[in-house]
Every structure is written in structure tokens, then in C-alpha cells.
T-cell receptor, first 116, second 115 residues
């Protein structure tokens, strides 16, 4: 069964610094992977998704993620953090064998804090 | 327009009350979802509707009753809830054409408190 593991429940970086949020997946078939962001008191917003077309995926707000099969990883990065990036970030995977509607399994989440 | 709306934004109810949460989308999506999210946890899938038919019930207690009156609306009827049901309830929708890459769009959620 597919699953994702997010390393680090809380990450703190300085404004302008590199953001790196880690996600490792477990899957017996090619995975479809997602990163969602949740700002305080809001719903989830899709940042980007990997569907096997290209290993480097660019998303909104300057974020990107690279799919590395050899490392079973899909880490999220942003070159320069902004105060507005402070939020909860969820990595997610779409399990195989699902056809009537999509289903996604979320990781435990990583809270990103930005220091001035 | 990729907006999913949810009402009310906040709801406080007693354990004997009956209330409903509402969700609406006008993107022509044919799949709609209810999630429950506890503080500092990821969302947990509760129900999935596909073409107005319930396709997944993730073993949710019967005190939660979903309803999909039409392709744009999704309700969650609540009755005899417990304090541990207090959470953020999120609605989402997707095109529903099937497959694993169907992007889900989330509403802002209803913050439910059960006293």
C-alpha cells in the first residue's frame, strides 16, 4: 500500500533562506504525488503534483519539487522564504487501484515557520 | 473559478442537537468529498460522492449522514455528536473523471465544536 512520510513536524527558516520540506514515499507502483499547503484557519490548496511527466515539478508561489525514484523522495523546495510562506504543508499520494473518484493519502504534515 | 464554499464557518452544538454543514461548487465537478481534520493532524477522508452517488464511506459513525442533492451541493447532517467530534470539517471537489491524478479543490472548512 502506498504511504508518505514527512520528516520533521516543524521546520523554521529565516526570511530569504532556502526552504526544504522532506517527503518520502512508499509505493509498489509508480506513485502520483502531491504537495498541499494549509494556511491558518483555511482549507488546503494544491501547490504542485507529480504524475510521471517530468521529475522536476514547478508549482505556485515559487515552490518546486523533484521526484527521485532512487531515493523514493519528493522533497519540496523554495529558493527564498517569504513571511507569507508560514503554513502547514502536506505531502500526499494517490493510491493505486482507485477509479471511481480520486483518493489521496496525506502525510502527517510539516509546519513551516519563517523568522524575520 | 476554482472555489468551493462551505457554510457555516463556525458551528457550536450540543450533543442532542441536529445540524447540517453545507458545501457548494460550481466548477462542474462530479466528485465531492468530506474530510475531518483534528488540530495538528492531516485531513481524514470520511465520504466520497461520485455522480451524486455515495462511493466511499470510510467506516464513519452513523451520527454523520451525508447527502448529495445535486451535482453542485453536498451536505453533512449531524445528530447526537460527541465532544470528540469537534474538528475542522473540510469539503472538496474534483472533476471526478476517475484516475489517480484528479486534483481535489478544498473549501475553507467549518470549525465544529460539540459541547
Amino acid at each position: 500500500a502506498q504511504s508518505v512520510t514527512q520528516l520533521g513536524s516543524h521546520v523554521s527558516v529565516s526570511e530569504g533562506a532556502l526552504v526544504l520540506l522532506r517527503c518520502n514515499y512508499s509505493s509498489s507502483v509508480p506513485p502520483y504525488l502531491f504537495w498541499y499547503v494549509q494556511y491558518p484557519n483555511q482549507g488546503l490548496q494544491l501547490l504542485l503534483k507529480y504524475t510521471s511527466a517530468a521529475t522536476l515539478v514547478k508549482g505556485i508561489n515559487g515552490f518546486e519539487a523533484e521526484f527521485k525514484k532512487s531515493e523514493t523522495s519528493f522533497h519540496l523546495t523554495k529558493p527564498s522564504a517569504h513571511m507569507s510562506d508560514a503554513a502547514e504543508y502536506f505531502c500526499a499520494v494517490s493510491p493505486e487501484g482507485y477509479s471511481s473518484a480520486s483518493k489521496i493519502i496525506f502525510g502527517s504534515g510539516t509546519r513551516l515557520s519563517i523568522r524575520p | 473559478d476554482t472555489e468551493v464554499t462551505q457554510t457555516p464557518k463556525h458551528l457550536v452544538m450540543g450533543m442532542t442537537n441536529k445540524k447540517s454543514l453545507k458545501c457548494e461548487q460550481h466548477m462542474g465537478h462530479r466528485a465531492m468529498y468530506w474530510y475531518k481534520q483534528k488540530a495538528k493532524k492531516p485531513p481524514e477522508l470520511m465520504f466520497v460522492y461520485s455522480y451524486e452517488k455515495l462511493s466511499i464511506n470510510e467506516s464513519v459513525p452513523s451520527r454523520f449522514s451525508p447527502e448529495c442533492p445535486n451535482s453542485s451541493l453536498l451536505n453533512l447532517h449531524l445528530h447526537a455528536l460527541q465532544p470528540e467530534d469537534s474538528a475542522l470539517y473540510l469539503c472538496a471537489s474534483s472533476q471526478g473523471t476517475g484516475g489517480r491524478v484528479d486534483t481535489q479543490y478544498f473549501g475553507p472548512g467549518t470549525r465544529l465544536t460539540v459541547l
